[in-house]
């Protein structure tokens, strides 16, 4: 079964930084494209990054680019999300992705919030 644990989330002051950690599980990560999302309250899920399964190329959102950086470690299974100079629009649950024959999975998500 695919599983996939966000951590690391919390409350932040704006043009702070934090570390998100998302644990994968259940399937070849190392062959797998993955992706952080993030939801506000009363907003529509907006794709943030992505990172290819060696890690070879990311993309951002026009939105975090230059403050965020995605990253991975498949000898831990592990995807990362580096968030610098965090503003307040940034808070958001935030959740890992892949995706399998058509099938996107998710994890639970973990808050982040910025705020003074």
């Known amino acids: 079964q695919v599983q996939l644990v966000e951590s690391g989330g919390g409350l932040v002051q704006p043009g702070g930084s934090l570390k998100l950690s998302c644990a994968a599980s259940?399937?070849?990560?190392?062959?797998?494209?993955m992706r952080w999302y993030r939801q506000a309250p009363g907003k529509e899920r907006e794709w943030v990054a992505r990172i290819t399964n060696t890690g070879a190329t990311t993309n951002y959102a026009d939105s975090v680019k230059g403050r965020f950086t995605i990253s991975r470690d498949n000898a831990k299974s592990t995807m990362y999300l580096q968030m610098d100079s965090l503003k307040p629009e940034d808070t958001a649950v935030y959740y890992c992705n892949t995706v399998s024959l058509f099938t996107n999975y998710w994890g639970q998500g973990t808050q982040v919030t910025v705020s003074s």
């Open positions: 259940g399937f070849t990560f190392s062959s797998a494209l």
